[in-house]
């Protein structure tokens, strides 16, 4: 949880690419795309990338969260 804010972050920090979601079923980051499809696939404006790192992945995250524009999406 970051100001309120609640994602999900993957336990442990394996090294490599991770995917940031922040608009979508689930937000949050994951580690692999079989991971992350299911959050993002068929939702209208869905907002997520690759990113290098998990650490990179979490500043962006704040970012996105202070700027009020992380969302889930239930439908």
Do not use: Q
């Amino acid at each position: 949880m970051y100001n309120g804010f609640i994602y999900d972050v993957p336990m442990g920090d394996e090294p490599g690419h991770v995917y940031l979601v922040t608009k979508g079923r689930c937000v949050g980051i994951f580690h692999t795309w079989e991971e992350t499809a299911p959050h993002v696939v068929g939702v209208r404006c869905a907002c997520y990338t690759r990113v290098t790192s998990e650490d990179l992945a979490i500043m962006l995250m704040m970012n996105v969260v202070d700027r009020g524009e992380a969302e889930w999406v239930f439908y």
